[in-house]
């Protein structure tokens, strides 16, 4: 399993991300209630809205003119 943690770290691509404090302090609070780091529930939100911004998505070849 610990070569599996080292690919997936080796994976992910670092970044600069500039928040606001009371921001930065409601997430911060929001990933403690979690138990989760902070970069954990960044993450997580980004991956939770992902899914959702997928599942609104009209598929493709479906007509939506009328």
């Known amino acids: 399993m610990p070569a599996?943690?080292?690919?997936d770290?080796?994976?992910k691509k670092a970044f600069v991300l500039r928040v606001n404090?009371?921001?930065l302090r409601e997430l911060?609070?929001?990933a403690q209630q979690d138990f989760r780091s902070l970069n954990g529930q960044?993450?997580?939100l980004l991956s939770e809205?992902?899914?959702k911004h997928r599942r609104s998505?009209?598929?493709e070849g479906t007509?939506?003119?009328d």
């Open 28 to 30: 911060e609070s929001w």
């Open 57 to 59: 998505k009209p598929k």
């Open 42 to 44: 960044i993450e997580y």
């Open 49 to 51: 809205a992902i899914k």
């Open 21 to 23: 404090p009371e921001m």
């Open 63 to 65: 007509d939506h003119s």
């Open 9 to 11: 770290m080796a994976e």
């Open 4 to 7: 599996l943690y080292i690919l």
